[in-house]
């Protein structure tokens, strides 16, 4: 599975859009890219995911380059329950397994 | 729908005695997984079952760690004997898994605590 590359961690204001970068440049094309965030004491709890059109769906949007060596997770407007770590995860088509980064800590400030 | 369950939410014990984690999927998901997380780190993936079968345990320390999951429903983890490395949130989660677009659903984790 490819690598990925996330800030360690990012601040936002209550109400304005997250945008969460994500370097996966060693990507292929039959991999997919996935988001998991994690709130604190829960598990991992999924986003969206893509393989290279954008995607939008009730929690979040996901834009992918066109090269999809790079994507950003949108949370349009963020509120103080967003507060999380934030998991880009690049996974083969049909592959199973999830490889978790230390990804990024978002803290949405009131 | 209920999500995944696991019991207990906390526990510390001392090295070298053993502990176990349980776990109930959500009805009806076929595959279910054990993962490791340490401090600071994301979560690392012990053992996946596919049914009643591990069908990847390559993570899974063998000489202390155990795993069953009996009549492809819950599941519990084991360690014995527990060793002070040991303490981490162990996550379990479950998936139905069809074509390549599946989802992993987590439960809560259970914290160990070894002393």
């Known amino acids: 599975d490819a690598k990925t590359t996330q800030p360690p961690s990012m601040d936002c204001a209550e109400g304005r859009a997250a945008n969460l970068p994500c370097n996966h440049s060693t990507i292929s094309g039959n991999e997919y890219v996935y988001w998991y965030r994690q709130i604190h004491s829960q598990g991992p709890q999924y986003i969206i995911h893509g393989l290279k059109n954008n995607e939008t769906n009730e929690m979040a949007s996901l834009i992918i380059t066109e090269d999809r060596k790079s994507s950003t997770l949108i949370l349009p407007h963020a509120t103080l329950r967003d507060t999380a770590v934030y998991y880009c995860?690049?996974?083969?088509?049909?592959?199973?397994?999830?490889?978790f980064g230390q990804g990024t800590r978002l803290t949405i400030n009131p | 729908e209920a999500g995944v369950v696991q019991s207990p939410r906390y526990k510390i014990i001392e090295k070298k005695q053993p502990v176990a984690f349980w776990c109930n999927p959500i009805s009806g998901h076929n595959t279910l997984y054990w993962y490791r997380q340490n401090l600071g780190q994301g979560p690392e993936l012990l053992i996946r079952y596919e049914n009643e079968e591990a069908v990847d345990d390559s993570q899974l320390p063998k000489d202390r760690f155990s795993a069953e999951r009996l009549k492809g429903v819950d599941s519990t983890l084991k360690i014995q004997p527990a060793e002070l490395g040991d303490s981490a949130v162990y996550l379990c989660a479950s998936s139905l898994v069809w074509g390549s677009s599946y989802e992993q659903y987590f439960g809560p984790g259970t914290r160990l605590t070894v002393t």
């Open positions: 995860i690049v996974r083969v088509r049909g592959a199973q397994k999830l490889v």
